[in-house]
């Protein structure tokens, strides 16, 4: 028994490992659905460290707006501290705009979005004048290929094949104990991000940050009060989400209840068959 989790951990480690030596990949645009606490955010980082793309988080930008006082973060302010969901019109366009920042020209992770059927369907209709430019490495160089760029302004020729770009979605399922054990416990690091658990990812010195030193802060909605109409929103309005995609064909559901690097690696493996065998289309213009 012992053996054989010692080659489980083997073989892991060098899944891993080899992983890490990859550089940034053509994976587009990844959805990450699941309730809170389920390690969105979690995996959403180990993603970007991975492929080389942004976290776009809708809590942390609505976070941000927050501790910035800015008009979103007063109109949301109150909303968020009782676990209920922001406006459907705010929250796509505060996602228009982040995506169209130059980094995320190679694909990013949506991390808390779509969280309804109305954004999700925005999304596909964002992502409908999106395209996937799938360049040969040996005709270009390498730091110009697996670029998106608007199907009106198409740089066609250097570019023989164009890959739509519709996300892959991934929802993460966890049992309902475990949640409240991962939200109650969660910390985060103010400065650096990082996030912590005191039951299953503690810091090294008590409520410090492992990077920077930086004190350790829980959310303002990680309150036991506010947590069970967090979890309602989420099976009431982001259930749909996942219908509205398992529709489509393009939901993978996994199990969330596992160890976090169990976890990815799953996701990396979903991440890496969806790299292969993502439906390509001839470029017309060719
Ligand atoms: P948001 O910030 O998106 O929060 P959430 O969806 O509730 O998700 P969480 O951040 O709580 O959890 P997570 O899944 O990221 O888990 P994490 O990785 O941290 O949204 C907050 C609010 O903003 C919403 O309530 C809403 O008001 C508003 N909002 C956001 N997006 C919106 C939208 N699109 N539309 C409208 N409103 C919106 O992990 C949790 C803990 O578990 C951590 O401590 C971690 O260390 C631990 N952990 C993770 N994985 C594992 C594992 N495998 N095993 C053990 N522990 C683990």
Sequence with gaps: MALREAAGNTVRETLANSMAQETSRD????????????????????????????????????RQNIAQGTEVGCAVKAVMARGELASDDLVCEMVRQRLRQPDCEQGYVLDGFPRTEAQAEWLDAFLENTVFEN?????????????????????????????????????????????????????????????YNVHFQPPAFDEVCDVDGSKLVTRNDDRLEVIQPRIT???EQ?????????????????????????????????????????????????
């Design 135 to 195: 360049s040969h490495p040996e005709n270009s160089h390498p730091e110009q290929s697996h670029r998106f760029s608007s199907k009106e302004n198409p740089s066609s020729k250097s570019h023989p094949r164009v890959t739509r770009a519709w996300p892959i979605v991934i929802r993460l399922d966890v049992d309902y104990n475990q949640l409240l054990l991962r939200i109650t416990g969660r910390r985060s690091c103010p400065t650096c991000g990082r996030i």
């Design 233 to 235: 929103a989420y099976q």
């Design 27 to 62: 994976i587009g645009p990844v959805v990450l659905l699941g309730p809170p606490g389920a390690g969105k955010g979690t995996q959403a980082k180990r993603i970007m460290d991975r492929y080389q793309v942004p976290q776009v988080s809708t809590g942390d930008l609505l």
């Design 238 to 286: 982001t259930g749909p989400v996942a219908d509205y995609y398992q529709r489509s064909g393009r939901l993978i559901a996994i199990n969330g209840d596992q160890p976090m690097d169990v976890v990815t690696e799953e996701i990396f493996r979903i991440l890496e068959g969806h790299r292969t065998e993502n439906s390509v289309i001839e470029d017309q213009r060719a």
